[in-house]
């Protein structure tokens, strides 16, 4: 097998077909033996009867039916558990990513690189908080991790075996992909693309959904939050010692004091806010820590053509 395609799918009954077919052709250009992988991660619409019938009228596509919705990192992740290509690449199913790049990125992976990943050059049809927000994440995340993260860049990707074998190993439940192949290493390049808009239907990425994969790309590749506790214990109790000399000076030395509530109440609300605020940061660490612990399987399969169960 020298080409794996890998699809998660979250209610795309509008977009799959308009997919497999220009997919189709660019495939035929490439002539290439491969496979297309669908993952249907717990759609509610007809998403999983289209995989279905695309899967009986071409043996190429093969399809992994989740039992429920498990996420799009965790979808990807299955494809990437049961691909065979000695290439493999990520795609939405929505058509933001252009199956007509992919020949661009094969092209740039045999030049001798281990992943290419596709660079936004532009984003349309997306929302100014959207992309705003996207923009100071990725950027904050940039300065508290060692990890070279690739800005203005999703999953849509092509990479070799060797990066899927890395991948295969990363036992973490919290799946951050773009993140773990950069961590990954090897010889990594990019080419750039305009984003398409969403050709029909609308985005699975909820906010929520959102901000539990922020905090996954942070707490999975930065500990810098952690010690946010411990900074600002010291830059707290600096200004309590220098607070309290004057307190001291003002009762004995000066004898100006006035009994003060205002004073009282703001440290009082400040050290309860920093307090509340380093609880939280280590919350969000041990949360994940007792899921990994649990170690459950990421994801379980109710239907496939590919794996037994
Ligand atoms: N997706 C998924 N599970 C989810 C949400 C999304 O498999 O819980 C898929 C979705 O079908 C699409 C890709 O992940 O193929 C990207 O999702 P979407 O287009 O909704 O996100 P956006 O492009 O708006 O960030
Ligand atoms: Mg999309």
């Known amino acids: 097998m020298e080409l794996s ?19 189709h052709i660019v495939l035929k250009q490439l002539n290439l033996n491969h496979e297309i992988i669908f993952i249907n991660d717990g759609s509610v619409d007809n998403s999983l009867k289209i995989l279905k019938k695309l899967a009986i009228e071409c043996h190429e596509v093969k399809f992994i039916d989740f039992s429920r919705n498990f996420g799009h990192q965790v979808a990807v992740s299955a494809g990437i558990d049961h691909c065979q290509g000695n290439a493999v690449v990520i795609i939405d199913a929505d058509l933001q990513d252009p199956p007509e790049i992919i020949p661009v990125l094969y092209d740039k992976l ?13 984003r349309s049809g997306e929302g100014f908080l959207k992309k ?20 203005d860049t999703g999953d849509f990707r092509i990479m070799d075996r060797r990066i899927v074998s890395v991948l295969k190993q990363m036992p973490e439940q919290q799946k ?27 985005t ?23 010690k946010f506790a411990t900074i600002a214990g010291f830059i707290v109790s600096g200004i309590t010692f220098i607070i309290s000399l004057y307190a001291l000076y003002a009762r004995f030395v000066s004898k100006d004091f006035v009994p003060g509530w205002t004073s009282l109440i703001l440290a009082v609300l400040f ?28 994801y379980i399969v109710s239907e496939s053509n590919i794996i037994s169960n």
């Open 5 to 23: 395609i890998i699809v998660p799918v979250y209610n795309e009954e509008a977009n799959i077909e308009l997919l497999f077919s220009r997919l």
């Open 110 to 122: 045999k030049e001798g690189y281990q992943v290419v990943y596709a660079r936004r050059k532009s």
């Open 132 to 151: 705003f927000t996207a923009k100071l994440f990725y950027r904050f995340l940039a300065k508290i991790t060692s990890v070279k993260i690739p800005l």
């Open 271 to 298: 050290i309860g806010g920093v307090q509340l605020i380093s609880i939280g940061i280590i919350g969000e660490y041990i949360s994940r820590l007792s899921t990994n612990v649990r170690s459950r399987p990421l």
């Open 204 to 226: 699975g990425y909820t906010y929520r959904k959102m901000i539990r994969f922020a905090l996954d790309g942070i707490t999975g590749f930065s500990n810098l939050p952690l």
């Open 176 to 202: 951050f992909l773009r993140a773990q192949i950069a961590w990954a290493g090897f010889k990594q390049t990019y080419v750039e693309f305009d984003r398409d808009q969403r050709n029909a239907g609308e």
